[in-house]
């Protein structure tokens, strides 16, 4: 698996705490067993075969049933161990992640957390739930749950547009979204929830709009808002840390962006990512309350 998702013999005999010869002799014997090539070595490349694509969430049920039983044995003995595998949002709104993990810590320190953000955001999440590459992920999801996965919500609230501080809507408390189509956007890329929230507006809208820069993290996202290269939209709670800019409120236009936990359908949870999940959901009630009319 260490292999497979380092697309390396080198790195994933790092990982794995393996001499590399080790973990070539051991892929070798399991391809024999299975009669199938795992892997298309090249000389400066290494690439997963179809079977192999085909056996890495098998490979990751595996460890996880592993897992699933340390744990039985653990509980038995008091306490929990293991790890979890989070996947995070640039911006998680109202809730409050870093107590959740605070206090997950606390009670559970023999528990190592592995919190993750995806370049591809939401969208990156939702396939390494179902790939088995993550047990839990915060997620931003509008509409039905996609196939293969269980949401729970725990926090909604609007998007507002950024504009520079001397530019024309600065002075305004709201704007209507079809005044605002024709400026330059500065966005997040195309799956993200926050983009998918601002593309579905528009488009129910029947309007077009120009997206002339798309990039990863809010600071440079309003630092070209400031510097008049566009608008952009931006979670409340996350624009009320840029006082150098302004944030208006768009009427017209459903902006509503939630916050959820997700999980795999179907898939057993080890123990320790069963109490995380059971962490994160207890926040919603006070999620809800602090983010919903915010704006």
């Known amino acids: 698996m260490a292999v497979a998702e380092e697309l390396s013999f080198t790195r994933g005999a790092r990982r794995a705490h393996v001499v590399q010869s080790a973990v070539s002799a051991a892929v070798t014997r399991l391809e024999r067993e299975l009669n199938a090539p795992l892997f298309e070595r090249a000389r400066r490349q290494v690439t997963l075969t179809d079977a192999g694509r085909a056996l890495l969430p098998e490979a990751r049920a595996t460890l996880a049933a592993a897992q699933g039983a340390r744990d039985a044995v653990a509980a038995v003995r008091g306490g929990l161990r293991g790890s979890v595998s989070l996947g995070i949002m640039l911006s998680n709104g109202p809730v409050d992640l870093a107590t959740v993990l605070g206090g997950f810590h606390a009670a559970h320190p023999d528990v190592v957390v592995h919190a993750r953000q995806a370049a591809a955001g939401t969208a990156a999440h939702l396939r390494d739930l179902r790939d088995g590459a993550l047990d839990v992920a915060l997620v931003a999801v509008s509409g039905p749950p996609p196939a293969g996965i269980v949401i729970r919500p725990l926090a909604a609230e609007y998007l507002v547009l950024l504009v520079a501080p001397d530019g024309p809507w600065a002075g305004r408390a ?92 179907g898939r057993r949870l080890t123990a320790a990512a069963q109490a995380l999940l059971a962490d994160l959901v207890a926040v919603a009630p006070a999620a809800e309350a602090s983010g919903a009319g915010a704006d």
């Open 174 to 265: 709201s704007v209507r979204l079809d005044e605002v189509a024709g400026e330059p956007f500065i966005e997040s890329p195309p799956g993200w929830g926050n983009r998918t929230v601002a593309d579905r507006a528009f488009a129910a809208r029947g309007l077009q709009r120009t997206v002339r820069f798309e990039v990863t993290d809010y600071q440079t996202m309003v630092s070209m808002v400031r510097g008049g290269l566009g608008v952009a939209f931006l979670p409340a709670s996350s624009a009320r840390r840029f006082p150098e800019v302004a944030a208006v409120t768009v009427t017209g236009a459903d902006l509503a962006w939630q916050v959820s936990v997700a999980v795999a359908q």
